[in-house]
């Protein structure tokens, strides 16, 4: 049943390191959150939809020259810009740290586009169209965004919805198959799991550059990135210093004071260029 | 006072302003309190008249058995043609209409076609309801006190039956399905009936 | 009433409110767009998913998948945790296999050709009686002068299409347009094995790749990936260190910790240069006996002209590019490279595809032996012969040579039938083979395609029998490269087909027809479902594996269930000694690439195509997800692009978006322009897979598309040793046209960010010394 759940803070972290720039969560994304097809034209206006994407970046020049990738998404903020600027509410923040769009709240100002510096939210310019055979992969779990609104990443969280209910009803692991002991299925005290629930790009990411968990989850493999994470953030609004050329963990843009919940790795780099 | 020349079409204007006003609150106001507004409430015609009455309030079928996906996943479903035939390939009605109707079923049945029944209740496309897990909570025996929609105590759990009743009415009785007819099944609905209960109201449990 | 600016504004919000108020009368057609549930099985629980195991067709490598399936509509693909290969992960290209289930340009049902060969025009007939009697007479007329053209086959399917064209007294090819032929070659010279092997980067401590895009398009690049990521911050190990030798500077370099920019075709001698360093230093690992590696004194001696010193400046190294002095540079190479063990050498792509391709992979292959990482832990994995006894566990491709051969037989007559599947030869072989015109002018030709979608080759046929997708059908795989045991992976079909579709799947006509014809003794099945369960039952009885069951019954359902059977203790041979002097026979076929056509020098350029990230050789080009999918390093989507150093660009004038012209010594193809400061000043690279002539409008080159086939333009050299294309071979001259476009590309789209690097000296300390 729907109970009151546990507390859950949902963070992603992205490890530079082991991304390739292969491209296989944007596919991924698109297919799991019925975003529209981005014909030649979306891209050539600049206004392709990728919730997820990856950008590369150049450094240097024939034949020292190096191209990173970097894969951007919604960084789930926690002082989210986005947000104030929202005239009817239409993102906000909700308890499990996740930024939420409503999409049946949202009338297009697009002041939260405006605001985003990460350039993560998409507005839907077009009806979104697909060919009719096609329609039938379209996710039924996920709203189609008419014209006119504004939409982003979700953390997927018509996956956390859905892996609540098969936790609750049906009582098994949905990756494994395996059978949850009926106690363990109140959501009031069972901590919904890596396996009860991974966005689509997690689940694709072939070289596990991405990793999703709860950040209260003490058992958690990268809970350590996220507590080394908010330790920045303390030390910063403290005034401290933080020596930044030993640790790997680091944020997007944290000098705006955003607080995301996607926590970023460093890429190490052998042979560094050296910098005019 | 007689209004001065200069001040006439502007008059008119005005008058013309009020009256589409005065006509785009009335429709509003029509929207707000019938639901859906402009006769789409009423019961639409289905292409067979079926009515509960029978079926649940004389004999006493649980809703389950036809609405039978009502306790497994999201949607209640309306039953394949083969379920009435669990009954009907022998039981016939007692007056004529009632053999005309059921006849329909079993033609239907023997010609293999689907008997495309009209949906009555309906939620907008971003709304994800799901039947199953409100079931499971109100008929729950370990949670001691339940709050109906309009926030009235349960004490006792209810049965599927019951609980299917708290939102749409008393559907057993009712020769003729029609919406509304028992919750407007508004936003503010859910949400208030959320709240008493002490269930998470977070946009994205509805909306995603 | 004038109209002021204030009423204007005043009449202007009065018209909003109305419409929005006439708006929220309305319903919108799709909010009551809900499928009739009284149209669905009864037993159906809607709302909930159910998961099917099954295999992707997208890649070559065939991935291990699960399919979401809910109220009939397959909805998403997710890698199979348990699969060994890709373990739950997957490429873009896999979750792309729903787009070929519900694409709207699907072939409906059998056709039958109306107009002239190759005008595109077809008329629907029915399978029963015209498609399935008109295949049977022609295959009964002209079964014995056939050639069936498959995709590169493995498992049941290629068991059944070999014994079919045998049966009937035909031919069968596998067709791939960048096929595996040199790299397989190199491997059965090198290792003497049949099937490719996997390497294991995971357990990796130094990644030495030449040309092999193996994170993006390379044979496997699902399990590299995979293996790569542990590879830089794996669990309880350092980070490993990879060196990428390359033509271009492709996604798998852009990855790598140095890039060498090399010369087309010159890997090879680089490879040798680098044994030759180990073993002058006596740096090879202890288990190689040196003398009949390198076949005595009289090797050593051939080994000697492949000093760094000699190689350096054939390979066109310079000092900018190895941060000092090349010789040097190669020096500590391979010195890191023997002593960072267990270390890989990798070669393929681009570095085989010269004339000298089947040199150049041996000579890099045969490093492994030197540093003792063949059959070893974090090393290169061979794998186990099939499970089952005669059915294939690697898929065979013809070469450049067998579709010349093939294109004569067509033009002469000779062959009079022609069988199309999952091939599109006429896209994916160069335009100068005229394959396109044979077919066109062959009057006693018969073409049959199965193919489910109109392409280059498709288009030419005379009777069309459309194919089930992937989704619909069974199959089986062996996967290549295994995980190092024996695997077989199983397909079945997740949904059926749409109504208003009304495809046969193509294994079962084979069977079918064989029946019909009298030719069954070798393919007694009714349906391929059956041979397939007879492979189970073939399992069941081995009584070993990944699966328990107490019946055939049950083990058919757990092994659909489970997605396939493995094996993990039978293993592919882990001792493989080399051939007696095997570094003096490589050497002794030591060639310098050859570049047919324009001559070098003046303003002739490399031509270095390369595989698309997500078309591949192009065979994918119809799925809109994967056209639209942005190059990793250009960002680029649905177009060609040729990617010219930014210099080169300065040099002739060219700025992005610019059209320009590439022209051979064959053809001339026109391209976007994408300079970018990684590529090689006097090479040009464009991707493989665009440009289709017929077909889904997605994949097709169509005015305004910009989307060109750079098959067109390649010389139709051949590498010496297997008859493959040597696609990397070839020179071109690039002009202006003069037009220009806006690229459609993601690059540019967003405000820049801040990419976090940490500089690791302790790593380089660690791995490397003498580069630190």
């Known amino acids: 049943m729907v109970a009151q759940r546990i507390n859950h803070k949902w963070g992603m972290v992205v490890d530079l390191d082991r991304c390739t720039g292969c491209q296989a969560c944007v596919v991924a994304c698109q297919a799991e959150n019925n975003i529209p097809i981005n014909v030649k034209s979306f891209y050539q206006q600049r206004r392709a939809y990728q919730w997820i994407r990856i950008e590369r970046y150049w450094e240097g020049e024939f034949p020292n020259v190096k191209a990173r990738f970097i894969p951007i998404l919604c960084q789930h903020c926690e002082n989210a810009p986005c947000e104030p600027v929202c005239p009817v509410f239409a993102t906000y923040h909700n308890d499990e740290g996740m930024n939420v769009q409503i999409y049946n709240r949202c009338i297009g100002t697009r002041y939260c586009s405006v605001n985003c510096p990460y350039s993560v939210r998409m507005f839907n310019y077009w009806e979104p169209q697909w060919p009719d055979r096609l329609r039938n992969q379209l996710n039924p779990d996920v709203t189609i965004r008419t014209r006119g609104i504004m939409e982003k990443c979700s953390f997927c969280v018509q996956r956390l919805r859905r892996g609540e209910v098969n936790v609750e009803r049906r009582g098994i692991e949905p990756l494994t198959g395996e059978s949850i002991p009926p106690a363990d299925r109140k959501l009031d005290q069972r901590r919904m799991k890596e396996g009860n629930y991974l966005p689509a790009c997690v689940q694709s990411c072939p070289t596990n550059a991405l990793q999703f968990a709860d950040q209260h989850d003490d058992t958690s493999p990268v809970k350590e990135y996220f507590d080394e994470a908010n330790e920045q953030i303390e030390t910063r609004e403290h005034g401290g210093h933080v020596d930044e050329s030993h640790t790997r963990v680091y944020r997007l843009l944290e000098e705006i004071g955003t607080k995301p919940n996607v926590v970023y790795l460093k890429k190490v780099d052998a042979f560094p260029l050296e910098k005019a | ?124 496309d971003h709304v994800r309801f799901i039947h199953e897990s409100h079931i499971r909570y109100f008929t729950d025996e370990t949670i001691p006190v339940k709050y109906g929609i309009n926030g009235e105590e349960i004490i006792e759990s209810p049965d599927v039956a019951q609980t299917c009743t708290i939102c749409h009415g008393d559907v057993g009785n009712k020769t003729v399905v029609q919406p509304k007819t028992g919750q407007s099944l508004k936003m503010g609905t859910c949400v208030d009936c959320h709240r008493v209960n002490n269930i998470p109201t977070d946009c994205t449990i509805c909306h995603k | 009433m004038k109209l002021t600016r204030r009423n204007f504004l005043a009449w202007a919000g009065l018209g909003a409110v109305g419409a929005v108020a006439c708006e929220g009368f309305g319903i919108r057609d799709g909010e009551l ?109 002209n079964g014995s002068s056939s050639v069936m053209i498959t995709a590169p086959l493995r498992g049941h ?72 990521g542990e590879f830089r911050q794996g669990e309880g190990r350092d ?59 009289a090797g050593i001696q051939v080994l000697e002209t492949f000093r760094p010193e000699v190689v350096a400046p054939l390979a066109g190294l310079t000092s900018e590019m190895t941060g000092g002095n090349p010789v040097e540079f190669l020096k500590n190479l391979a010195r890191s490279f023997a002593a960072n063990g267990p270390s890989i050498a990798i070669g393929g792509g681009s570095a085989g595809a ?49 579709w010349t051969r093939v294109t004569e037989q067509i033009r002469s007559g000779q062959t009079k039938l022609l069988l199309l599947h999952g091939a599109d030869p006429v896209h994916g072989l160069p335009d100068s083979l005229q394959l396109r015109d044979a077919i066109a002018q062959a009057d006693d030709l018969f073409v049959v395609s199965f193919s489910p979608f109109l392409d280059d080759t498709s288009v030419m046929a005379d009777l069309i029998l459309p194919d089930r997708v992937s989704l619909e059908d069974w199959g089986d795989d062996i996967s290549e490269p295994g995980p190092g045991y024996q695997i077989v992976g199983m397909q079945q079909p997740v949904v059926n087909p749409l109504s208003d579709l009304d495809p046969l799947s193509f294994p079962d006509v084979l069977l079918t027809m064989a029946q019909e014809l009298g030719k069954d003794s070798d393919l007694p099945w ?44 039978r293993n592919g041979p882990t001792s493989i000694r080399p ?131 750079v098959m067109d333009i390649l010389e139709t050299t051949q590498v010496q040793g297997t008859g493959s294309l040597a696609w990397a071979g070839t020179r071109v001259r690039v002009s202006k046209t003069g037009e220009s476009v806006s690229i459609a590309k993601l690059e540019g789209d967003a405000r820049a960010v801040e990419i976090g690097i940490l500089p690791s000296e302790e790593i380089i300390k660690t791995i490397a010394p003498e580069n630190a």
């Not at chain 2, 497994?72 to 053999?99: M, N, S, Y």
């Not at chain 3, 083990?555 to 059977?565: E, I, T």
């Open chain 3, 239 to 297: 980070r490993g260190m990879f060196y990428q030798v390359d033509s271009r500077f492709s996604m798998t370099a852009a990855n790598a910790d140095k890039w060498l920019p090399v010369r087309p075709g010159w890997e090879g001698y680089l490879a040798l240069s680098l044994a030759q360093v180990i073993i002058a230093e006596d740096l090879q690992d202890d288990s190689v006996d040196v003398a009949s590696f390198v076949g005595g004194d």
């Open chain 3, 579 to 709: 051939a007696d002097g095997l570094l003096r026979t490589i050497a002794g076929k030591a060639a310098n690439p050859e570049f047919n056509g324009i001559a070098a020098g003046g303003d002739s350029l490399y031509l270095v195509p390369f595989a698309h990230n997500t078309l591949l050789d192009g065979y994918n080009g119809h799925l809109p997800w994967l056209q639209a999918t942005p190059d990793p390093l250009s960002t680029v989507t649905w177009q060609t692009w040729v990617e010219l150093n930014d210099t080169t660009a300065d040099r002739l004038g060219v700025k992005e978006g610019d059209i320009l012209r590439i022209e051979s010594s064959k053809d001339s193809i026109r391209a976007v322009a994408y300079p970018t400061p990684a590529a090689p000043p006097d090479t040009v690279s464009v991707p493989f897979g665009q440009g289709r002539k017929h077909g889904s409008d997605y994949a097709t080159d169509r005015p305004g598309n910009e989307s060109s086939n």
């Open chain 3, 157 to 228: 399917m290629a068991l059944l299409a070999d014994r079919f064209a045998t049966a009937i007294g035909g031919e069968r090819l596998g067709f791939e347009a960048i096929d595996n032929n040199t790299y397989r070659a190199a491997v059965k010279s090198v290792f003497q094995q049949d099937s490719l092997p996997d390497f294991e980067l995971e357990n990796s401590k130094f990644i030495l790749s030449f040309g092999a895009d193996f994170l993006s398009t390379w044979v496997s690049p699902t399990r590299f990936n995979r293996g790569y």
């Open chain 3, 354 to 402: 010269q004339s000298n391709g089947l040199f150049n992979l041996e000579a890099i292959y045969a490093l492994n032996f030197l540093v003792g990482s063949v059959g070893k832990k974090g090393g290169i994995r061979f794998n186990p012969p099939s499970p089952w006894a005669d059915v294939p566990n690697s898929s065979t491709a013809g070469s450049l040579e067998d």
């Open chain 3, 33 to 141: 767009d809900i499928q009739s549930p009284v149209q669905l099985p009864e037993d159906l629980v809607r709302g909930n998913d159910n998961w099917y195991a099954s295999l992707c067709r997208t890649c070559p490598s065939c991935e291990g998948i699960v399919i979401r399936v809910m109220e009939g509509r397959a909805k998403m693909v997710q890698g199979n945790p348990y699969y060994p290969t890709n373990q739950g992960k997957i490429h873009a290209r896999c979750e792309a296999g729903l787009q070929a289930l519900y694409h709207p340009d699907r072939i409906p049902t059998a056709m039958r050709r109306s107009g002239p060969r190759g005008s595109g025009e077809f008329l629907p007939v029915n399978w029963q009686p015209n498609g399935m009697d008109t295949l049977k007479d022609v295959l009964r007329a």
């Open chain 2, 1 to 124: 006072m007689m209004p001065s020349r200069k001040m006439l079409p502007l008059m008119v204007a005005g008058g013309v302003v009020t009256v589409i006003m005065g006509f785009v609150v009335i429709v509003l106001l029509i929207s707000w309190f019938s639901n859906p507004p402009f006769g789409l409430g009423n019961a639409p015609t289905q292409p067979v008249a079926f009515p509960h009455t029978v079926h649940v309030a004389e004999n006493n079928i649980q809703c389950e058995f036809c609405h039978r996906n009502v306790t497994k996943g999201a949607a209640a479903t309306v039953p394949a043609v083969e379920t009435c035939l669990f009954c009907h390939k022998d039981i016939d009605g007692r007056t004529v209409t009632a053999q005309t109707e059921i006849e329909k079923v079993r033609t239907a049945f023997e010609t293999d076609t689907p008997i495309d029944w009209e949906r009555v209740h309906r939620l907008p």
């Open chain 3, 526 to 569: 009714n349906n391929y479902k059956a041979m397939l369960r007879e492979g189970s039952d073939a399992l069941f009885n081995l009584n070993r594996g990944s699966i328990e069951a107490s019946s055939a019954d049950e083990f058919w359902n757990n092994l659909l269930k489970r997605g396939g059977w493995w094996d993990e203790l």
